[in-house]
């Protein structure tokens, strides 16, 4: 069964940073794309950043640029999402994804999900 879980939420304030991870298990994604969305409350779930399979490709969203990165470690089927200068609109249950396909870098039609986990940013 392919599990993906995230960790690494939390409540920060403003201006602040936090590091969320995602280990995948049940099989390996070394050859997929890897990617994390977002849900604010009332809102739908967002593309935040995607990352090819060998790391060496990255998208985001114009929303998150310059101040989130995504990496992974394929060894260890994880992936990785540095938020720096966190603002108050960044507040939402981030969800960490991955792609059946292998070998290419997309912002949607993702197969396999997370539970999410929570990060909250306070003014």
């Known amino acids: 069964q392919v599990q993906l879980v995230e960790s690494g939420g939390g409540l920060v304030q403003a201006g602040g940073s936090l590091r969320l991870s995602c280990a995948a298990s049940?099989?390996?994604?070394?050859?997929?794309?890897m990617a994390w969305f977002r849900q604010a409350p009332g809102k739908e779930r967002e593309f935040v950043a995607a990352?090819?399979?060998?790391?060496?490709?990255?998208i985001y969203s114009d929303s998150v640029k310059g101040r989130f990165t995504i990496s992974r470690e394929n060894g260890e089927d994880t992936v990785y999402l540095q938020i720096n200068s966190l603002k108050v609109e960044d507040t939402a249950v981030y969800y960490c994804?991955?792609?059946?396909?292998?070998?290419?870098?997309?912002?949607?039609?993702?197969?396999?999900w997370g539970q999410g986990t929570q990060v909250t940013v306070s003014s």
């Open positions: 994804a991955a792609d059946q396909f292998e070998y290419r870098l997309i912002r949607r039609d993702y197969n396999y």
């Open positions: 049940g099989r390996t994604f070394s050859r997929n794309a």
């Open positions: 990352i090819s399979w060998s790391g060496g490709n990255t």
